[in-house]
T-cell receptor, first 116, second 114 residues
């Protein structure tokens, strides 16, 4: 299957700082990328959908000013957690679709964020 | 939005036996896809199997098969000949064809006993 690379896999940051997470599709062009958040022992919760060249669509309850998403190219989407707080500590995972209507979304390896 | 329900928080199965993980869904949209993913402790999401809403036959991928009952809106995963490496979290997911965003169920933790 197609490869989606997510970086970094783990990050520890101080409270109040910002953290950027990258999601790259390595062997295909991703018109749409999704960002999920997963708390321990819970399911993946969709945070936002990003389409290349347009603004991301955020799910209800997700602060768009806190979780900045940029999908500037067909192979890269970034999630920036701004002014991070300990409650933002979580597992963040991205997925990418090659083209609209494709059956399978390919997932990155995930990023474990710890805010201290 | 679509809703996915997995009612089994945890399941146990003896090695080499078969196990069924339940998944029901709810949507008024006739065009959708159903997925099962495996998530080991490392966190990666491993795609297992896909079933389209218009597919006439149940999907199969090696030891995985999907028992698709459209009228009951269920998409249960059957794992045959369980192996110790099958121990993991399993998530059922659904994607509508018109928006592609994938929603997940709560997950089932499967433990395979030797």
């Amino acid at each position: 299957g197609a490869v989606v690379s997510q970086h970094p896999s783990r990050v520890i940051c101080k409270s109040g700082t910002s953290v950027k997470i990258e999601c790259r599709s390595l062997d295909f062009q991703a018109t749409t990328m999704f960002w999920y958040r997963q708390f321990p022992k819970q399911s993946l919760m969709l945070m936002a959908t990003s389409n290349e060249g347009s603004k991301a669509t955020y799910e209800q309850g997700v602060e768009k000013d806190k979780f900045l998403i940029n999908h500037a190219s067909l192979t890269l989407s970034t999630l920036t957690v701004t002014s991070a707080h300990p409650e933002d500590s979580s597992f963040y995972i991205c997925s990418a679709l090659e083209a609209r209507g494709k059956k399978e979304a390919f997932f990155g390896q995930g990023t474990r964020l710890t805010v201290v | 939005a679509q809703k996915i329900t997995q009612t089994q928080p945890g399941m146990f199965v003896q090695e080499k036996e078969a196990v069924t993980l339940d998944c029901t869904y709810d949507t008024s949209d006739p065009s959708y896809g159903l997925f099962w993913y495996k998530q080991p402790s490392s966190g990666e999401m491993i795609f297992l199997i896909y079933q389209g809403s218009y597919d006439q036959q149940n999907a199969t991928e090696g030891r995985y098969s999907l028992n698709f009952q459209k009228a009951r809106k269920s998409a249960n995963l059957v794992i045959s000949a369980s192996q110790l490496g099958d121990s993991a979290m399993y998530f059922c997911a659904m994607s509508l064809y018109n928006n592609n965003d994938m929603r997940f169920g709560a997950g089932t933790r499967l433990t395979v006993k030797p």
